[in-house]
């Protein structure tokens, strides 16, 4: 094509970010190189995924990370959208590989792409999208295979459509732990989960079951690859507070609805669990925020859970 053109590290380009090697986060952006070579009339390529430590340190950005140094670049240099190109060409109302009626959706508010991706969704990983939200930036999500239209994540105002409920989210990487008998008293549970959170392990769902005799059950979700942190962490916790014992799972996977039109149109969550109970599915745990209902099922029930709730709240009818 003739364009004059230049390679760049992320270091070059001007990404900083913090010391937590192989997971660092992006502190911020330094365009002073970038805005001189773009001046220069030159195309600028950058190595995503990685940055620079206040200590001078090469990082690297984990799962995710090259996603977050484009929309980062984009933010720096005022750009109104950044273009992601992926091996998919945009964001559906479920996994497509599940349910073959998912909708590709037009738009998608911030919000609800962060909920999608923190429920299991892997077309935009949440710290892209968070990045995003923070500057204002709209990020397309684009097929690198072909010229169709993909998905664009904006402001929740900015979107033509209001929709109810958006799409449908399903994480089968899950485990349970449950933790007997805890005594009832101020405290055992941040010492439980003060305890995970110092071995480095994100606790999702929580419930308290109360028991007898002063003492509950509490069981709880973490990431299935965690398992093997965690399971030491609780052992040793169990016999500290007393507890009589604990169990713990990865049988089990979680399915959410997501729409931030959930926020003003009452009646979702018992659509959701007339669904699930109309195929036989128990549901073991609960959680909801404004824009989300999740629940824990067994792992096995996944898929004919996810069909129900797609034809349940007609998002196969979505661009009819």
Sequence with gaps: MGCKAISLTGWQAGIKSDCNYSK???SGMDEQRLEKELAAGKIVVVAGFQGLSTDGDITTLGRGGSDTSAVAIAASLGAQRCMIFTDVDG?????????KEAQKLPTI???EMLEMAS???VVMQPRAVEFAMLYGVDIEVLSSFSLEPGTIIT???NMEQHRIVTGIAHDCKCAKIGVFDVPDKPGVASLIFSALAQAGVNVDMVIQSAMREERNDIAFTICSDDLPLALPVVEKIVKEIGASGMS???NVAKVSVVGAGMQ???GVAAAMFEALAAEKINIQMISTSEIK???IIDEDKVVTAVKALHRKFELDKLNC
Excluded: F, M, Q, W
């Excluded at 964001?91 to 349910?99: A, C, F, L, N």
């Design 24 to 26: 660092a986060k992006i």
């Design 91 to 99: 964001v559906y109302t479920t996994d497509p590989r599940k349910v």
């Design 109 to 111: 508010s911030y919000e």
């Design 119 to 121: 429920l299991g969704a």
């Design 155 to 157: 402001e929740v105002n």
């Design 248 to 250: 713990h799972g990865d």
């Design 264 to 266: 003003s149109n009452p």
């Design 293 to 295: 209902v999740s629940c």
